[in-house]
Every structure is written in C-alpha cells, then in structure tokens.
C-alpha cells in the first residue's frame, strides 16, 4: 500500500513536471501571447494563466489515474462534454502546429519558393480543414484501436 502511495505522488509529481515543460515551451514560442495579441484580452492575462494551469493539471490526473472523461458525466450530457473537449483539444493543437509553423517560418519559405504571392489565408484554410478531415476519418475508422 505505502508503495502504491509512494508511485501515485512519484507520478503525480512527474506529470505536473512534464506539464510544466509543456507550458513553458508554449510560452517560449509565444502561443499565450500570439491569442492574446489576437483576441486583443491583455486584461484578462490571469484567466490565461488559471486556464494553463487548470488544464495541465487536469491532463495530469487523467493520464496518472488512467480516467476516461466521458466516465465522469454520464448518458447524453457526457457525450456532449465529450465532444466540447475534443474541439477544444483540437484547437489546442491546432494553435500549437500554427505557432511552430510560425517560429519556423514554414509560410514565408513556403510561399517563396513556389512563388505564391496571393492567396496565402485560403492556405492556411485549406490546411485547417485538411486536418480537420484527417482527424475526423481517424476517429471515426477508429485507426489506432487495434
């Protein structure tokens, strides 16, 4: 029993460590700043802050104890919880593949070297959407379940 105490603080531990790269790496590449900047909410900087802060702590309880989301509210209303947190998942990870691309300057060198001078937004659309689709047809082909 003691070790089981022992390995769930040595995990728990763990997982805000590693939640704590991830969030430091976000705000090395200036994803916190870059929605910011968009949504124009400097004021609202600490409702940033608590929401990184909820969110890798909730992501740390969930990889550590192995639960599933749609466990904790059942029937309809856990399907659509579900649901929210997969858009939210999906923009999360979407503004991180953006900001990279960004850091990296993939664009400019894109659009440089196939000469693109117009049309750049519908780019960026097309990508959105393209990944959007993949990851709609892997969910729904249920890839990677074995």
Same mark, same amino acid.
Request: charged share 10%.
């Given at each position: 029993m003691?070790a089981h105490i022992?390995? /769930? $603080?040595v =995990?728990?531990?763990?997982?805000f #460590?590693?939640a ?7 705000? %090395?590449?200036?994803?916190?700043t870059?929605f910011v ?8 900087t600490?409702?940033?802050?608590n929401?990184?802060l909820?969110g890798a702590a909730?992501?740390?309880v969930?990889t ?10 059942? /029937? $309809?209303? =856990?399907s659509?919880?579900l649901? #929210?947190s997969?858009?939210?998942?999906g923009?999360f990870?979407? %503004? ?14 894109f ?10 937004s519908?780019?960026?659309i097309?990508?959105a959407l ?5 990851s709609l ?7 990677g379940?074995g």
């Amino acid at each position: 029993m003691a070790a089981h105490i022992f390995l /769930g $603080i040595v =995990g728990f531990s763990s997982g805000f #460590l590693v939640a704590g790269g991830v969030v430091a790496l976000m705000i %090395g590449l200036g994803i916190i700043t870059r929605f910011v900047g968009i949504t124009h909410t400097a004021a609202r900087t600490a409702l940033y802050e608590n929401a990184i802060l909820a969110g890798a702590a909730a992501g740390t309880v969930l990889t550590v104890f192995d639960i599933k989301p749609y466990m904790l509210i059942p /029937g $309809i209303a =856990g399907s659509a919880a579900l649901a #929210l947190s997969g858009v939210f998942m999906g923009i999360f990870v979407g %503004g991180w593949i953006m900001a990279l691309a960004e850091v990296v300057n993939v664009f400019p060198v894109f659009c440089r070297r196939f000469g693109i001078v117009k049309g750049m937004s519908w780019i960026v659309i097309a990508l959105a959407l393209g990944k959007t689709a993949g990851s709609l047809m892997h969910f729904y082909m249920r890839w990677g379940k074995g």
